[in-house]
């Protein structure tokens, strides 16, 4: 079975850190580009970063960059983003998900998730 | 960065209704247009990835339309289990960004 499992938040004081990981299963993780993908309280989804399959090519939302980093181990299939400097707003459930060319298009698409992991950024 | 809309917010209709669901990116982005559904407590589930091709396993009432800047995703006829979230999301250019997604309640 194809399958992403999350694993790492939890509650975090302002300014502190966090490293999450996200286990890959069930495809060839390392011929995949992965990203991390947030959500707020209540809110909408908001993509945070991508990595590329080989890790060379990374890329962040504005509103983390500097303070996370993105990083991949293909050869124990897993996904991490390191957190520092850690803020209220960045409060939210935190999933990966798999950046796939699904079907004969060649538009890309976030085909797989996984269930989430709750990050709290609280004093 | 390409920003998305989506209207209504918020919708709510009965089972069997047709419902339609709008998306606008604030520049073309040809058919690079995916939709998720979400439910509460639940990742994202893709739906229709490129505008308009349906992802495996997805029932055949929803179809997605358009290309350039405007973009729809129709459910034919509502079922019980779509009352969720539907987001839209452009895949043409970094940042990936999401639509604000629009809430489907039942009446």
């Known amino acids: 079975e194809v399958q992403l499992v999350e694993s790492g938040g939890g509650l975090v004081q302002p300014g502190g850190s966090l490293r999450l990981s996200c286990a890959a299963s069930?495809?060839?993780?390392?011929?995949?580009?992965m990203n991390w993908v947030r959500q707020a309280p209540g809110k909408g989804l908001e993509w945070v970063s991508y990595?590329?399959?080989?890790?060379?090519?990374?890329y962040y939302a504005d509103s983390v960059k500097g303070r996370f980093t993105i990083s991949r181990d293909n050869a124990k299939n897993s996904l991490y983003l390191q957190m520092n400097s850690l803020r209220a707003e960045d409060t939210a459930v935190y999933y990966c998900?798999?950046?796939?060319?699904?079907?004969?298009?060649?538009?890309?698409?976030?085909?797989?998730w996984g269930q989430g992991t709750m990050v709290t950024v609280s004093s | 960065d390409i920003q998305m809309t989506q209207s209504p917010s918020s919708l709510s209709a009965s089972v069997g209704d047709r419902v339609t669901i709008t998306c606008r990116a604030s520049?073309?982005?040809?058919?690079?247009l995916n939709w998720y559904q979400q439910k509460p407590g639940k990742a994202p589930k893709l739906l229709i990835y490129?505008?308009?091709s349906l992802q495996s396993g997805v029932p055949s009432r929803f179809s997605g339309s358009g290309s350039g800047t405007d973009f729809t995703l129709t459910i034919s006829s509502l079922q019980p289990e779509d009352f969720a979230t539907y987001y839209c999301?452009?895949?043409?250019?970094?940042?990936?960004?999401f639509g604000q997604g629009t809430k489907l309640e039942i009446k």
């Open positions: 990595i590329s399959s080989s890790g060379s090519t990374i």
């Open positions: 069930g495809f060839t993780f390392s011929s995949y580009e």
């Open positions: 490129a505008a308009s």
């Open positions: 999301q452009q895949s043409y250019s970094t940042p990936p960004h």
């Open positions: 520049q073309s982005i040809s058919s690079y």
């Open positions: 998900a798999r950046d796939a060319i699904v079907g004969a298009t060649s538009a890309p698409a976030f085909d797989i």
